[in-house]
């Protein structure tokens, strides 16, 4: 067995030579097939084959799919392929005009409920196999290719490699966990749609399935909500922003207004491309709290007297959405337009954060309590997201909340995003709920992730790579049957003090490649030093695709 390796590494070595672009490997990294191909995250199995399979212009795909009305698992790779290249892949559906079954990557699918995401990759001297469990595996599949390839380390140059020589394996893959996300927060900093676009196509890189878009916050609203023009003219824009960390005595300000929102036709286009890579987008829009631009443009919305202003710092502000009918009205209004814009079944309704002050010194707060039965404004709390989760219910959306929507009597339907620990996720496992972890002290990629004298300015903590490989999401303390109900995990990008793409890549890669691994790859597959190995490798990749990640 270890000669058969060593023989594949030599020949592996030799076709690098033939692969203009590729970085060279060290011994160290060539000695098995999850170090030669460098696939993150890691499958689930990998066999060595011996020899190597050609690709160029003779190659076509196969497929047993038809046409594919929703969602084309070539597309990515295809468009990719041919800007490194010069040609595309075409697509057969029917073999019998096929003279010579070779140069096939022969697509089959077997749908597979237990699994749809899984897949099987057999690369061949005479062709390439792929049978998947629905048209994700055979994306996720593609993905694999794709970095198989290195198509991402070799430059964009028209028709400068179009023979690809790649080394052959057996791979059988299918994540550990059906939630796989990354956030971004757009609203302390916003993020241009290009740069969403960017963010995206990494995830699905590193197969990501879940992309949670923060839309509003107390610094600016950035979805257009057409029924409500304040919402673009006044809360997407504050008058300017706090230099420096927040605490500095005195404050300093920039003096510069900032701001910008999302076009419905932009979100569309976003939705769209992400639909493209197997990503859903989850919009946010928060409630009851983290709401203070939005009261700056309708101030009736709050208990507490205006007016307001969007907020130029940073924290938690007392002023909140009134639960009010009129409130609902307004939030129902945006909501139905959010709906309109995102075709996910999850609409993340915010919860954290409430300050609470101004619902106990307000006389309507205490008349509606009472008349509902509610013995303090937790269980206001729980009123109110109850009432909004009513109305996404009947059109067929699930709610997704911060765990403080646990803390008044959770609603009935929804899944907690546990992020003060673990322990939110606990609770609502042990109550039968779904969860998804994003603990501080593993999730937050806003922390910084070195030594804080050299690092740039972070909002805190210290969650450094090997900590995010490290990371179960699923708690000791669930049995099997309770942790079932831990969907998987997501890394959040709070934007404080991100104030630019650049900054965001740095602080999200190569974090985020830890946690796609700790979220797909078997916990047993699992290996520190192995996972380092390969990383070099994709950090090169990362170069490739102009990612402006951490470098230690
Ligand atoms: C949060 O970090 N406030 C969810």
Not at 37 to 56: K, R
Not at 75 to 95: I, M
Not at 148 to 162: C, E, H, N, T, Y
Not at 378 to 386: A, T, W
Request: charged share 25%.
């Amino acid at each position: 067995m270890k000669s058969f390796i060593s023989t594949l590494s030599i020949l592996f070595l030799l076709s690098l030579l033939l692969l203009p672009g590729c970085a060279s490997l060290s011994s160290s990294q060539t000695e098995t097939i999850e170090g030669n191909l460098a696939i993150a995250p890691l499958p689930a199995t990998m066999q060595a084959g011996s020899g190597f399979l050609v690709i160029d212009e003779k190659m076509k795909i196969l497929t047993n799919i038809k046409d594919f009305p929703h969602f084309d698992p070539f597309k990515v790779f295809n468009e990719l392929f041919q800007r490194k290249s010069g040609y595309a892949l075409p697509y057969l559906h029917d073999k019998s005009a096929l003279k010579d079954s070779s140069h096939l990557i022969k697509v089959t699918l077997v749908y597979n409920n237990y699994n749809i995401e899984s897949y099987n990759l057999k690369i061949k001297s005479s062709g390439i196999l792929i049978v998947a469990g629905s048209e994700l595996g055979v994306f996720y599949a593609m993905q694999t290719l794709r970095q198989i390839m290195r198509l991402d380390a070799v430059p964009d140059s028209k028709g400068s490699q179009r023979h690809w020589s790649i080394p052959l394996v057996d791979i059988s893959d299918a994540p550990r966990f059906t939630y796989r996300g990354m956030h971004l927060d757009v609203c302390r900093h916003f993020m241009p749609v290009e740069f969403v676009k960017k963010y995206i196509d990494l995830l699905a890189y590193y197969k990501m399935n879940y992309f949670h878009w923060h839309l509003t916050d107390d610094q600016g609203w950035r979805i257009e909500i057409k029924k409500y023009p304040k919402l673009q003219e006044v809360a997407a824009y504050r008058d300017e922003t706090l230099i420096g960390r927040f605490g500095e005595k005195p404050p300093r300000y920039d003096g510069t207004r900032y701001g910008g929102y999302y076009t419905q036709e932009e979100i569309k286009d976003v939705v769209s491309y992400a639909s493209d890579r197997a990503v859903t987008i989850i919009p946010e829009i928060e409630m009851p709290g983290h709401c203070l631009a939005a009261l700056a443009a309708y101030p009736e919305l709050a208990c507490s007297a205006g007016p307001f202003k969007t907020a130029t710092t940073w924290g938690v502000f007392k002023d909140v959405f009134c639960p009010e009918d009129s409130t609902f009205v307004f939030l129902e209004n945006v909501l139905d337009e959010v709906l309109t814009l995102f075709p996910s079944r999850y609409i993340h309704i915010g919860g954290d954060e409430v300050v609470k002050t101004s619902w106990e010194q307000s006389d309507f707060c205490k008349d509606l309590m009472k008349k509902e039965g509610l013995n303090n404004s937790k269980e206001l709390q729980s009123y109110f997201i109850q009432r909004i989760e009513k109305y996404l219910n009947a059109k067929g959306k699930t709610i997704i909340g911060w765990d403080e929507i646990l803390e008044g009597g959770i609603a009935p339907n929804a899944t907690i995003m546990s992020w003060r620990g673990i322990q939110g996720g606990i609770d609502a496992a042990k109550a039968g709920h779904d969860a998804i972890m994003t603990p501080g002290g593993y999730c937050y990629f806003d922390h910084y992730q070195g030594d804080r004298e050299t690092e740039p300015l972070a909002i805190g903590g210290f969650t450094p790579l090997d900590k995010v490989y490290a990371y179960d999401p699923v708690p000791a303390e669930l049995s099997e049957a309770e942790a079932r109900h831990i969907l998987g995990a997501q890394g959040n990008l709070w934007t404080e003090y991100i104030d630019s793409p650049e900054k965001a890549e740095y602080m999200a890669y190569p974090r985020a490649i830890a946690l796609a691994e700790v979220l797909w790859t078997p916990v047993d597959r699992k290996n520190w030093d192995e996972f380092s190995v390969r990383l070099k490798q994709h950090l090169d990749r990362l170069d490739g695709m102009g990612v402006h990640y951490a470098k230690k």
